[in-house]
């Protein structure tokens, strides 16, 4: 038993990173989670595995959440299995770094569609079904770079941007039906994304690291989970969560 018992979560790329983690923090809380992924079958299933083993109900579900169409029979299925939906965490993200000069349109619009596309797609599905339960709690993940933007990151940081102008709107038109909406801008995380950056520079960037250290996928979970369950009152926020990286005015 927990905060979230009886809530059901579908959290979008949960198969590893962030996602992951966040699944397994909302289960040990109580909830029900569809653990969403797009090409990492197995990962997925040793995250629904490992929850189910600890008590909770967990499903897998393929889609990828750029295209509309997987969206739809993803919630779908969410719904047949648990009967609804509570919490939706839009995790599931990608970037294709290159400087301004040199990005293809293909790798603007993929992270568009991936990151930001997705979101709309995601949230527009579920809100009927949250309706229905009498309210819900949207999670975007957003970033760091959204706030204060990046060299050879433009695609990422205007959908990291975008999404927090589409949780200002969101919150506002869905609170009357007792949907909150509400983004988490985490700085650098240890992951296969931060894996992914060169040595050299991961050194350069933890020296802007007030904490002195780069965050755990633990530290963003613990706070969305806060966010489904504490936080009542909580809606339109943009929370930010970087070891002081970046600290707003
Ligand atoms: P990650 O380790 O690269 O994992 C990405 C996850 O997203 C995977 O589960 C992947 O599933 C899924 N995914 C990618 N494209 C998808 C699609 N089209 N449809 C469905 N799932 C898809 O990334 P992460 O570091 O955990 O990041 C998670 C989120 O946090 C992202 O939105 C990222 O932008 C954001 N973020 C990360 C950091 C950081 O430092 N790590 C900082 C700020 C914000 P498959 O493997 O099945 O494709």
Same mark, same amino acid.
């Given at each position: #038993?927990?905060?979230l018992?009886?809530? &059901?979560?579908?959290?979008?790329?949960?198969?590893?990173?962030?996602?992951?983690? $966040?699944?397994f923090?909302? /289960?040990?809380s109580?909830?029900?989670?569809a653990?969403n992924?797009?090409? !990492? /079958?197995?990962? /997925?299933?040793?995250?629904?595995?490992? $929850?189910?083993?600890d %008590?909770?109900?967990?499903?897998?579900?393929?889609?990828?959440?750029?295209r509309e169409?997987d969206? *739809? *029979?993803?919630?779908?299925?969410?719904v047949?299995?648990?009967?609804?939906v509570?919490? +939706?965490?839009?995790?599931?993200? $990608? @970037?294709?770094d290159r400087?301004?000069?040199?990005?293809?349109?293909?790798?603007?619009?993929?992270? #568009?569609?991936?990151? +930001?596309?997705?979101?709309?797609?995601?949230?527009q599905?579920v809100?009927?079904?949250?309706?229905?339960?009498?309210?819900?709690v949207?999670?975007?993940?957003?970033s760091i770079?959204?706030?204060?933007g990046?060299? %050879?990151?433009? @695609?990422?940081?205007? !959908?990291?941007?975008?999404? $927090?102008?589409?949780?200002k709107?969101?919150?506002?038109? +869905?609170?009357?039906? @007792?949907?909150?909406v509400?983004?988490?801008?985490?700085?650098?995380?240890?992951?296969d994304?931060l /894996?992914?950056?060169?040595?050299?520079a991961?050194? =350069?960037?933890?020296?802007? &690291?007030?904490?002195? *250290?780069?965050?755990k996928?633990?530290d963003?979970? =613990?706070? &969305?989970?806060?966010?489904?369950?504490?936080?009542?009152?909580?809606?339109?926020?943009?929370?930010?969560?970087?070891g002081?990286?970046?600290?707003?005015?």
């Amino acid at each position: #038993m927990g905060p979230l018992t009886g809530k &059901v979560a579908v959290v979008t790329g949960a198969s590893r990173g962030l996602g992951r983690s $966040i699944a397994f923090e909302l /289960a040990s809380s109580g909830a029900q989670v569809a653990v969403n992924y797009n090409t !990492s /079958a197995e990962p /997925a299933m040793e995250v629904a595995r490992c $929850i189910s083993s600890d %008590g909770s109900r967990a499903v897998t579900v393929q889609a990828d959440v750029s295209r509309e169409e997987d969206v *739809r *029979r993803m919630v779908d299925e969410v719904v047949q299995e648990f009967g609804g939906v509570d919490i +939706l965490v839009n995790n599931a993200g $990608i @970037n294709r770094d290159r400087t301004l000069r040199k990005m293809t349109s293909a790798e603007w619009h993929e992270v #568009m569609r991936t990151n +930001l596309d997705s979101v709309f797609y995601c949230t527009q599905a579920v809100v009927p079904h949250m309706s229905q339960r009498g309210g819900g709690v949207v999670v975007n993940m957003s970033s760091i770079i959204g706030r204060m933007g990046n060299v %050879g990151q433009a @695609n990422y940081a205007a !959908s990291k941007a975008g999404m $927090i102008g589409f949780t200002k709107a969101a919150a506002r038109e +869905l609170a009357r039906d @007792n949907i909150r909406v509400v983004a988490v801008c985490p700085g650098f995380v240890e992951t296969d994304m931060l /894996a992914g950056v060169p040595e050299q520079a991961r050194e =350069r960037l933890l020296t802007q &690291v007030p904490l002195g *250290r780069f965050g755990k996928p633990g530290d963003v979970a =613990r706070l &969305v989970r806060f966010l489904c369950s504490e936080a009542g009152w909580m809606t339109g926020a943009i929370l930010d969560l970087n070891g002081g990286h970046y600290i707003p005015s």
